[in-house]
C-alpha cells in the first residue's frame, strides 16, 4: 500500500492504494526476504528444493538498472530476475537501495547492481550503472592484514552501501602466505607438465611426419624404379639400412 506512482506497488498499475492489497501474482509464495527502495521494490521466494534461498523478483521502476531486469525499466508485476539464474544462482537476502540494489546469494557472496554513482556498488563497473549483477569482492578473506568475514546484512543508501559481516574464520595470513606458495608450487609443477607434455606431443607429430615422408619416399621408388637389368626383377625392394638401394641387387 501507499503510492503507486511507477508500478511499485506491483499491482499491475500506477495508482495509490491507502489500505493493504494482495499481490497476486506472488499469491501461494514463500516469502523469505522483501526490501522496498525508492521507486521499485523485490523479493526473494523459496523455491524447491532450495533450504534457504530462491529465486528474486523485483517490480516497479529502474532507470539505473535497479530492477536488474536488462533493459527492462519498468515493471507493473513482480519479474523474475534471470541474470542471476542465468550465473546459477539464487538469493538468500534482497536490499534495495534508492538507485541500487544489493543480495545476499546462495554462495554467501554479495552481489550488487544499478547506479555506482560514487562507487556504491562497490565493484568495478563498464558504465555509471548496470542491470547486471555482480559479485563484490573482498568478503571473506584478508584485506591489508585484517580478515574480513562473509556479508551477515547490508543498507543501501542512495550513493553507499554498508555491509555487516560475519567473524573471519579463514586462515591467518601466515597460512594464507604458506597456502598461497603452496598454490604457486602447484601452477609451476603443472607449467612445466603441460610443457613437457607439450614438447612430447612435438616431438611425436615430428616422428610421425618423418616416417611418412619415408613411407612416401619408399612408395615413390618402388613405383618408379623398375629393374632393366633382369626382365623378371618383382621390382624395387626396399632395404632399412640403404633405403635409396634395392635389396635384391
Known amino acids: 500500500f501507499g503510492v503507486g506512482d511507477g508500478g511499485r506497488l506491483g499491482l499491475g498499475d500506477g495508482r495509490d492504494r491507502s489500505e493493504p492489497c494482495e499481490i497476486k501474482t506472488l499469491r ?8 522496498a527502495g525508492t521507486w521499485h521494490s523485490a523479493c526473494v521466494v523459496h523455491v524447491a528444493p532450495l533450504d534457504n534461498s530462491g529465486w528474486l523478483f523485483s517490480w516497479g521502476s529502474g532507470f539505473h538498472g535497479q530492477l536488474g531486469l536488462d533493459k527492462t ?26 538507485h541500487h540494489n544489493a543480495a545476499i546469494c546462495n554462495d554467501d557472496n554479495l552481489y550488487t547492481w544499478g547506479s555506482n554513482q560514487n562507487g556504491a556498488l562497490g565493484r568495478t563497473a563498464d558504465e555509471p550503472y548496470t542491470p547486471h549483477p555482480g559479485i563484490v569482492p573482498g568478503f571473506g578473506t584478508i584485506v591489508k592484514r585484517i580478515g574480513r568475514g562473509l556479508p551477515l546484512s547490508v543498507a543501501c543508501g542512495r550513493e553507499y552501501t554498508v555491509v555487516a559481516t560475519y567473524p573471519y574464520d579463514g586462515p591467518t595470513e601466515e597460512e594464507a602466505l604458506k597456502l598461497a606458495e603452496e598454490q604457486k608450487l602447484r601452477e609451476e609443477a603443472e607449467y612445466k607438465r603441460q610443457d613437457a607434455l607439450m614438447k612430447a606431443r612435438k616431438n611425436e607429430l615430428k616422428r610421425l611426419e618423418e616416417i611418412e615422408t619415408e613411407k612416401k619416399k619408399i612408395e615413390y621408388l618402388t613405383s618408379k624404379r623398375l629393374c632393366t637389368m633382369d626382365p623378371n626383377c618383382p621390382g624395387f625392394t626396399y632395404e632399412p639400412n640403404q633405403p635409396s638401394i634395392c635389396r635384391e641387387c
Open 73 to 98: 525499466c519498468k515493471a507493473a508485476t513482480p519479474t523474475i530476475v534471470q541474470g542471476l539464474i542465468n550465473e546459477g544462482l539464487s538469493v538468500k537476502m534482497i536490499f534495495c537501495g534508492s
Open 28 to 35: 501461494g509464495s514463500h516469502i523469505l526476504s522483501m526490501s
